[in-house]
């Protein structure tokens, strides 16, 4: 397993080197100056010359991108063009968050979708195309329904209506209480846009498990139903289960961006849409760098846990 994943892991090196070469040139590709956003419209030209050879944007481009790969070979992100903080240390204050609300909502979208993919399964099994037909009508709907406008309609439902939940004010790990309802929102909402993919993920596998021989068998033998679906029917489906979930988990973070903006959470989506706009291009190419790393190291732990849940699986 160790041989299997350090291959993987060299393997994601091509992968960094390609995304790096593309964030760096497109960025230099977006219209406008960072050192204008940052001096003013009304900046002098001696003055902006300066700011520009401060902030390092006076060199030539392909200077600047070896300066870039050096910095990246002593694990440096360089610091922000507007605070000049290390970029590490405002991507270690963001990612707590995000990973926290990413995590939380795997977890909520799993415990909602297999269960709810099982009962559909059941029902199909058994004739029930009624039952079936209306679950995997309620997750095609939910599936289609925009994850921004389910913010909003939470917002004014659970919110401003109930005053259940607040979107708004600081976000402390000091009050563990409050921390989780300020979070509550947005898990829930990244949670509803897993569990369409999920359920019928689940339900396709656990209907072709619960057609074979020893599923036959153990209910010629009396086993009770629950234990057929879920000590023998979903263990053996696990495995396209554990695949969707790692593209949901994916997906996921992508969908942090647009969520963390909408509910104001400083976590790496925010601070992703920021860095974009004030053209702060080390924190931007230190974000994306991170997302990268995130999506492939999920790749080769998906791999990994293959051989977990099925020791029939062996790793090339």
Do not use: C
Request: net charge positive.
């Amino acid at each position: 397993m160790l041989r299997y994943a350090g291959r993987r892991i060299t393997a994601m090196i091509p992968a960094l080197l390609v995304i790096i070469v593309l964030v760096f040139a497109l960025l230099r590709m977006i219209p406008g100056d960072p050192a204008v956003f940052i001096g003013g419209e009304n900046i002098g030209p001696e003055a902006l010359q300066a700011l520009r050879e401060r902030l390092g944007l006076a060199a030539p481009l392909p200077q600047q991108f070896l300066d870039y790969l050096a910095s990246l070979a002593r694990f440096d992100l360089g610091r922000s063009l507007h605070t000049q903080l290390p970029v590490t240390s405002i991507i270690g204050n963001a990612i707590t968050l995000t990973a926290t609300i990413a995590i939380t909502s795997t977890v909520l979208g799993l415990l909602i979708s297999v269960p709810l993919g099982v009962v559909a399964a059941y029902s199909k099994s058994k004739g029930r195309n009624r039952g079936d037909g209306a679950l995997m009508a309620v997750v095609m709907v939910l599936d289609n329904v925009p994850s921004f406008w389910l913010s909003l309609l939470l917002m004014l439902g659970l919110s401003y209506g109930l005053g259940l939940f607040p979107i708004s004010g600081a976000v402390s790990w000091s009050d563990p209480g409050a921390m989780a309802a300020r979070l509550a929102l947005p898990v829930i909402v990244l949670a509803i846009g897993q569990v369409a993919a999920l359920t019928r993920v689940t339900r396709s596998a656990v209907v072709e498990t619960l057609g074979r021989d020893y599923v036959r068998t153990a209910r010629a033998m009396g086993t009770p139903e629950p234990t057929i679906l879920f000590r023998h029917a979903l263990p053996n489906a696990a495995l396209p289960i554990i695949t969707m979930t790692g593209l949901s988990f994916g997906r996921l973070l992508a969908g942090t961006v647009i969520v963390e903006a909408i509910f104001s959470i400083p976590g790496i989506g925010t601070q992703l849409i920021q860095a974009i706009t004030g053209r702060d291009y080390p924190v931007v190419q230190g974000l994306i760098l991170v997302y990268a790393l995130i999506f492939l190291t999920i790749n080769v732990v998906t791999d990994v846990v293959y051989t977990r849940v099925d020791p029939r699986v062996r790793l090339a």
